[in-house]
């Protein structure tokens, strides 16, 4: 008898910027195209999942998922303040609709990494409206989507910019003052708040409140859909008088975020790899270490801990809404799945209420800032001629589906 509930949803995940392509009306187009820019490349076709998204949606159902996670870009829905475009909502509709037509549950995030261009104009998230805006977004979508998507995510990986910001991902953050005035002067405005470009701390109440203000409106509409917001959660470890400096990391970048889900119906937990903390801080990794194309350790063990931690800090039913690895060595891909999910196992066997996996990512994709170089993807895509194939490694998982639900 198979450890995984016969309900168990079993996805895989997009975010529409990096799969759609041609997003014109969002931030990040703009910041892929300004000089300097911090983008090896801009996004482009990408891979032309607006209007190829029903083939690869018969490729998720022929390999055995029962779900497929995606983002509405915000952007096109609402291209200027106020103006929504109906053959944009027609058309996530239309998708939406297929997905359930597939036999697959659609989980839809609503926020993923871009927004609107003229929102990014006004502040983004650190403007005090930006709540109002966003809920009114969502309140749009409840009424287009409410009776035909399955799960809701409002906000993705909420928590991130936080982390970048502790962990200095990008550097030192006034090395990024010359992309951010290079953004302000693009677009002609006075204020330019992005993902990652602006005040940080104060985007992150923002959206912290965003987030709140939507669960709100969309039960305001009568949508019976579980909702949730999704973070970026990686194991944090600490040496011998690192637990200090790991727990304030942790406080800042994860429980903070933790403890705005009272009152949702789950946590979206999204992870690939740990941190660990000594006495100065992150703790550089050891010579031979393996890594993924991202960079960071191969660690798919750090899953198990984390839904742990999550679960026991909120008290709420977890979903794996990403997980995932870059890298160009298929068997490794296997490899890193069938590890994590032992630690989902090994959640579920001692009582642990984890309601789903999605594996990052279903396509190789645009990463952001890297561009097209890290392949995340279950299925290879021939960007010149949109050629979809199928890896083995995507065989596997469906296999390995198949096997769990016999």
């Given at each position: 008898?198979?450890?995984?509930?016969?309900?168990?949803?079993?996805?895989?995940?997009?975010?529409?910027?990096?799969?759609?392509?041609?997003?014109?009306?969002?931030?990040?187009?703009?910041?892929?195209?300004?000089?300097?820019?911090?983008?090896?490349?801009?996004?482009?076709?990408?891979?032309?999942?607006?209007?190829?998204?029903?083939?690869?949606?018969?490729?998720?159902?022929?390999?055995?998922?029962?779900?497929?996670r995606f983002s509405i870009e915000w952007a096109r829905v609402e291209p200027?303040?106020?103006?929504?475009?109906?053959?944009?909502?027609?058309?996530?509709?239309?998708?939406?609709?297929?997905?359930?037509?597939?036999?697959?549950?659609?989980?839809?995030?609503?926020?993923?990494?871009?927004?609107?261009?003229?929102?990014?104009?006004?502040?983004?998230?650190?403007?005090?409206?930006?709540?109002?805006?966003?809920?009114?977004?969502?309140?749009?979508?409840?009424?287009?989507?409410?009776?035909?998507?399955?799960?809701?995510?409002?906000?993705?990986?909420?928590?991130?910019?936080?982390?970048?910001?502790?962990?200095?991902?990008?550097?030192?953050?006034?090395?990024?003052t010359k992309y951010h005035d290079a953004a302000r002067h693009r677009c002609?405005?006075?204020?330019?708040?992005?993902?990652?470009?602006?005040?940080?701390?104060?985007?992150?109440?923002?959206?912290?409140?965003?987030?709140?203000?939507?669960?709100?409106?969309?039960?305001?509409?009568?949508?019976?859909?579980?909702?949730?917001?999704?973070?970026?959660?990686?194991?944090?470890?600490?040496?011998?008088?690192?637990?200090?400096?790991?727990?304030?990391?942790?406080?800042?970048?994860?429980?903070?975020?933790?403890?705005?889900?009272?009152?949702?119906?789950?946590?979206?937990?999204?992870?690939?790899?740990?941190?660990?903390?000594?006495?100065?801080?992150?703790?550089?990794?050891?010579?031979?270490?393996?890594?993924?194309?991202?960079?960071?350790?191969?660690?798919?063990?750090?899953?198990?801990?984390?839904?742990?931690?999550?679960?026991?800090?909120?008290?709420?039913?977890?979903?794996?809404?990403?997980?995932?690895?870059?890298?160009?060595?298929?068997?490794?891909?296997?490899?890193?799945?069938?590890?994590?999910?032992?630690?989902?196992?090994?959640?579920?066997?001692?009582?642990?209420?984890?309601?789903?996996?999605?594996?990052?990512?279903?396509?190789?994709?645009?990463?952001?800032?890297?561009?097209?170089?890290?392949?995340?993807?279950?299925?290879?895509?021939?960007?010149?001629?949109?050629?979809?194939?199928?890896k083995p490694s995507a065989r596997w998982l469906g296999g390995f589906i198949?096997?769990?639900?016999?």
């Amino acid at each position: 008898m198979s450890i995984f509930p016969d309900d168990f949803i079993w996805g895989t995940a997009t975010a529409a910027h990096q799969v759609e392509g041609n997003n014109t009306s969002n931030d990040f187009w703009l910041l892929e195209h300004v000089e300097p820019t911090l983008f090896v490349e801009p996004s482009g076709d990408a891979c032309d999942h607006f209007h190829l998204y029903e083939q690869d949606v018969r490729l998720l159902k022929e390999l055995g998922f029962n779900a497929y996670r995606f983002s509405i870009e915000w952007a096109r829905v609402e291209p200027e303040k106020g103006e929504f475009s109906n053959a944009v909502l027609e058309h996530y509709r239309r998708m939406t609709t297929y997905v359930r037509d597939q036999g697959l549950a659609p989980i839809v995030t609503l926020q993923h990494f871009t927004t609107p261009l003229w929102f990014a104009r006004e502040g983004g998230f650190e403007a005090k409206d930006a709540p109002e805006h966003f809920a009114n977004y969502a309140s749009v979508m409840a009424d287009v989507l409410g009776d035909v998507w399955g799960t809701v995510c409002t906000i993705n990986e909420i928590n991130l910019p936080m982390r970048f910001l502790e962990d200095r991902v990008l550097g030192d953050p006034v090395r990024l003052t010359k992309y951010h005035d290079a953004a302000r002067h693009r677009c002609g405005a006075e204020e330019f708040s992005s993902f990652f470009l602006g005040d940080i701390e104060k985007a992150a109440e923002g959206m912290k409140k965003s987030h709140r203000r939507a669960v709100e409106a969309i039960r305001a509409r009568g949508s019976k859909a579980p909702i949730g917001v999704t973070l970026a959660i990686q194991e944090e470890q600490a040496i011998a008088g690192g637990e200090e400096v790991r727990d304030r990391a942790r406080k800042r970048c994860v429980d903070e975020f933790l403890d705005i889900t009272k009152g949702d119906d789950f946590v979206g937990v999204q992870t690939y790899t740990r941190s660990i903390y000594g006495p100065e801080g992150r703790v550089p990794l050891a010579e031979g270490t393996e890594t993924t194309q991202m960079g960071y350790e191969f660690y798919p063990e750090a899953l198990e801990q984390t839904i742990r931690y999550t679960a026991a800090y909120t008290k709420l039913p977890v979903f794996i809404t990403e997980n995932g690895i870059g890298t160009d060595d298929d068997s490794r891909r296997i490899a890193y799945v069938e590890a994590a999910l032992e630690g989902v196992k090994n959640c579920l066997a001692d009582g642990i209420d984890v309601r789903g996996y999605c594996y990052w990512s279903m396509l190789d994709n645009y990463e952001w800032m890297l561009g097209y170089r890290p392949t995340f993807g279950l299925i290879a895509v021939d960007r010149i001629t949109q050629t979809r194939t199928v890896k083995p490694s995507a065989r596997w998982l469906g296999g390995f589906i198949k096997q769990v639900n016999d």
